[in-house]
């Protein structure tokens, strides 16, 4: 019983110290290459549980998730003469180990090439592009030449290049501020154009406001003094109806209108008694004393 557990012990040891030596584990984020005496004898690129030869062969592991190729600012010349400061970035995987290790062996000297040729590529893109493509709507399809010229060059390295985007395309300092300033003058000169056209437009609208106001009004009289005129041709003859059919009445009504005017001031006037205007004040039918003598 004594020797088996020590059995047991020694194997466990025997296990603790050959197993990391014959099993490695390559997670779901890496890939990894055997070398055995600097000779790569396999590469693993899908997750598990491997073997290898204890003490003679090495495992090297590599990052399988994405890299990011960052590339500085560059100054770069236009097909249509014109410089932008242009910042772009690019990202890719490995995706051969063993190629990655034979070429670039690391990460940063991986990085490293990878911005030299991504600079390289869009060099000579932006140099057959214009100015307007890069800022504007265009920068799709550039990026995407990019893309796929970079694509064969990194494939020799054991990388993928996945894409390519710009950051940053701006004017350089140097001019930003004129292009910037005729920029604004533009729109500024948009607007008062645009205010122009408004005030023409409203100077219009209320010219013929104006003008349809002034007719309105205009048939507006005219129809009143129509019917005014209608008015009072049709009073002067319902008055002179009234006064050729009693004189008397007539002669009554003007007396009374003429009493209204003379009393009116409380004056003092003095008259014949037997005068015309007094007649309807001593007879209510208007006898004067001489036709009442008569």
């Keep these: 019983m004594k020797y ?5 012990v020694v194997g466990v040891l025997v296990a603790g110290i050959l197993g990391p030596q014959i099993f490695f584990v390559v997670d779901e984020k890496q890939v990894a290459i055997v070398t055995r005496f600097g000779e790569v004898k396999q590469q693993v690129t899908s997750p598990g549980l491997f073997a290898k030869t204890p003490f003679v062969d090495n495992v090297t592991y590599f990052e399988k998730r994405l890299m990011i190729f960052d590339a500085p600012p560059d100054s ?3 097909k249509d003469k014109k410089r932008l400061i242009i910042d772009v970035y690019a ?3 490995i995706v051969n180990p063993k190629l990655f290790r ?3 062996r690391t990460e940063n000297q991986a990085a490293s090439r990878a911005v030299d040729i991504i600079s390289s590529e869009m060099r000579a893109e932006i140099a057959g592009d214009n100015q ?3 800022i504007t709507t265009s920068r799709e399809p550039i990026m995407n030449r990019i893309l796929e010229n970079s694509k064969p060059q990194l494939a020799l390295f054991g990388i993928e290049l996945v894409d390519v985007r710009i950051k940053r395309a701006d004017f350089p300092a140097e001019i930003a501020d004129s292009v910037y300033a005729r920029m604004q003058a533009e729109r500024q000169r948009k607007a008062d154009k645009e205010r122009a056209e408004g005030a023409e437009i409203d100077a219009t609208v209320r010219a013929e406001v104006d003008r349809d106001a002034t007719i309105i009004v205009a048939n507006a009289e ?4 129509i019917l ?3 008015g009072e041709a049709q009073a002067i003859q319902i008055f002179a109806d009234a006064i050729g059919s009693d004189l008397d009445f007539y002669s009554f009504q003007r007396s009374l209108e003429a009493y209204q005017t003379i009393f009116a001031e409380k004056s003092t006037i003095v008259i014949p008694a037997d005068s015309d205007l007094f007649r309807f004040l001593q007879s209510p039918e208007g006898l004067t004393k001489s036709d009442t003598a008569n």
């Design 4 to 8: 088996v557990a020590i059995l047991l």
């Design 76 to 78: 770069l010349l236009t």
């Design 91 to 93: 990202r890719g995987r």
């Design 102 to 104: 034979e070429t670039v």
């Design 132 to 134: 307007a493509e890069i």
């Design 222 to 225: 005219k129809n009143a003094n």
């Design 228 to 230: 005014r005129g209608e």
